[in-house]
């Protein structure tokens, strides 16, 4: 194991504009909104339904906005430059698997995934953690992007002294402005008003990053997109 | 007494959860639109005596589904409830005819006082 910190570069700043705030403050006051409601509706009311449904939900809500701070605070972290990650060398499928359940589990609608390991079994220098929030970040998106019950791909090769990890779905195909900006603070791509703030893809390029790898975003002429990434192979594997 | 009708418009389904529990069922008839289009639908279907309307949502904002509310009933109510803190929103949605402004998080109590003043029973 060790620790790197990351060196230091610009962080990716721009200036704060209505759409970002307009993102955050729905990121943050709408799970807020469920806490302050059902915890006033609990002090109104002792019915059956209300002592049934309000502390889960307030509970799920509670689990929301924990998930935005902590997006807040950790891009704070990365543009900052103070973000510690501690690559290490792991084995990438079950990590993927780990990452496609616990991914699908969280989708606002219901999709499938297939998952497609190519080549030998690839061990990748990278910090287990993030590197399985990554992979969900862009299982959520392709989820997003899909219709209900839609299949979603995800195909992991090794390619050079990289292992390459792509999530393949059918959505709306990306125009050349929109696949340039995809990984950008607040992306175009994310709806606004929807369960995102618009930070998600952002981190994940900057984590990706900050553990030597690259993203990509790409449509085809068959109407495929491909949300990606590479990470460097673990030593042992390389060459 | 016959229940009221209220139509929730937004695009957060846990939020409609929370707006159809606040409402007493045996007081108002609930008819849930999750966006801009599906609440276009909905009024062109039937207009209820109330409305909830978010601001912004996927596929549009709230300023389109008041603007063709009071096009169609003038004296509907429609209360907006938003987590957006522009003071431009709350102006537009003035300007269009909404009836009663909250920011989220919204206190359900409160809610229910701006349906009782706007609908008294």
């Known amino acids: 194991v060790r620790n790197k910190r990351h060196e230091a570069r610009e962080p990716d700043l721009e200036p704060a504009s209505a759409p970002a705030l307009s993102r955050l403050s729905h990121g943050l006051r709408t799970p807020l909104s469920l806490i302050v409601g059902y915890a006033e509706l609990l002090t109104m009311r002792r019915d059956e339904q209300t002592l049934g449904e309000a502390p889960q939900r307030i509970l799920e809500a509670a689990e929301q906005l924990t998930g935005v701070v902590d997006d807040l605070l950790t891009v704070y972290a990365i543009d900052a430059n103070v973000l510690f990650v501690a690559p290490v060398s792991v084995e990438l499928e079950p990590l993927l698997q780990g990452a496609v359940e616990a991914a699908l589990a969280r989708a606002a609608q219901p999709v499938t995934a297939d998952v497609e390991q190519r080549a030998r079994p690839a061990r990748v220098l990278a910090d287990p953690e993030y590197l399985v929030e990554i992979v969900g970040t862009l299982l959520e998106n392709a989820a997003n992007r899909s219709a209900e019950g839609a299949t979603i791909a995800l195909e992991a090769r090794v390619e050079d002294d990289f292992a390459r990890v792509e999530i393949r779905d059918d959505g709306t195909p990306l125009s050349d402005e929109e696949r340039a900006s995809a990984f950008d603070r607040f992306s175009a791509l994310v709806p606004a008003g929807g369960r995102t703030t618009g930070l998600e893809l952002y981190k994940a390029r900057r984590l990706v990053e900050l553990q030597g790898g690259r993203v990509w975003a790409e449509s085809d002429d068959s109407g495929q997109t491909r949300f990606g990434f590479a990470l460097p192979l673990a030593t042992e594997q390389v060459g | ?121």
């Open chain 2, 1 to 121: 007494m016959s229940p009221i009708s209220i139509l929730l418009v937004d695009d957060d389904p846990n939020v409609r959860a929370l707006l159809r529990l606040t409402l007493p069922p045996n007081e108002a008839e609930v008819h849930e639109a999750s966006g801009v289009g599906d609440a276009l639908r909905e009024i062109e279907r039937e207009i209820p005596d109330l409305v909830l309307l978010d601001w912004v949502m996927p596929d549009g904002t709230g300023a389109n589904v008041l603007a063709e509310l009071k096009r169609r009933r003038g004296d509907l109510p429609v209360i907006v409830l938003t987590a957006e803190l522009d003071a431009r929103t709350r102006t537009t949605a003035e300007r269009l005819g909404a009836d009663a402004f909250l920011t989220k998080p919204f206190s359900p109590l409160e809610l229910l006082g701006q349906i009782e003043r706007l609908l008294p029973r």
